[in-house]
T-cell receptor, first 112, second 113 residues
Framework: KNQVEQSPQSLIILEGKNCTLQ??????????LRWYKQDTGRGPVSLTI?????NTKSNGRYTATLDADTKQSSLHITASQLSDSASYIC???????????FGGGTRLMVKP | DVKVTQSSRYLVKRTGEKVFLECVQD?????MFWYRQDPGLGLRLIYF???????EKGDIPEGYSVSREKKERFSLILESASTNQTSMYLC????????????FGEGSRLTVL
């Protein structure tokens, strides 16, 4: 069964600190993996996409990694800001993007 | 800027009422989706559509139907709302097959009393 598991479920950090969110998947065949950010009361917005051949990709203070062998991805947030408080959702595509499997999300709270 | 607009941000309905949730996208995307999002369960696909007048069941279609008469509009219909359909409903669209990126609306929070 295709699954995407995210950890931790929730996380509280102090402003300015770094954090890393994890995403493990069993989806096969793999097409790509996206990280979405969902602010409270809003729809998710794509942060980054990782394809099979990519190991690392950065988008400002967000850096995503992908290990296709172990089927793991991480999202690292550097020098966190209050505006980073949100849910982060990992979504894995298979069959050229036709099928999507969603993780349960990690709820991040950044405190001053 | 791409935009997916959901007609109602908040709705309160009574059990047994018919509910329409409307979604419009201005990006000329072929694909449109309806998800519901519940705490601890993540996003679950209700229905999707790859073309006008075309619809496919997702993972949890029971109790829902959809309509896509025009490319830009995808409606979710609850024929007879029940309390277990209280949820956040998210509409999304994507361009073509294989791109993967979903563009979401702001969501419609439905409460069924």
């Amino acid at each position: 069964k295709n699954q995407v598991e995210q950890s931790p479920q929730s996380l509280i950090i102090l402003e300015g600190k770094n954090c890393t969110l994890q995403c493990n998947y069993t989806v096969s065949p793999f097409s790509n993996l996206r990280w979405y950010k969902q602010d409270t009361g809003r729809g998710p917005v794509s942060l980054t996409i990782m394809t099979f051949s990519e190991n690392t990709k950065s988008n400002g203070r967000y850096t995503a990694t992908l290990d296709a062998d172990t089927k793991q991805s991480s999202l690292h947030i550097t020098a966190s800001q209050l505006s980073d408080s949100a849910s982060y959702i990992c979504v894995v595509s298979q069959n050229a993007g036709n099928m999507l499997t969603f993780g349960g999300g990690t709820r991040l709270m950044v405190k001053p | 800027d791409v935009k997916v607009t959901q007609s109602s941000r908040y709705l309160v309905k009574r059990t047994g009422e018919k509910v329409f949730l409307e979604c419009v996208q201005d990006m000329d995307h072929e694909n449109m989706f309806w998800y519901r999002q519940d705490p601890g369960l993540g996003l679950r696909l209700i229905y999707f559509s790859y073309d006008v007048k075309m619809k496919e069941k997702g993972d949890i279609p029971e109790g829902y139907s959809v309509s896509r008469e025009k490319k830009e509009r995808f409606s979710l219909i609850l024929e007879s709302a029940s309390t277990n359909q209280t949820s956040m409903y998210l509409c999304a669209s994507s361009l073509g097959v294989g791109t993967g990126e979903l563009f979401f609306g702001e969501g419609s929070r439905l409460t069924v009393l």
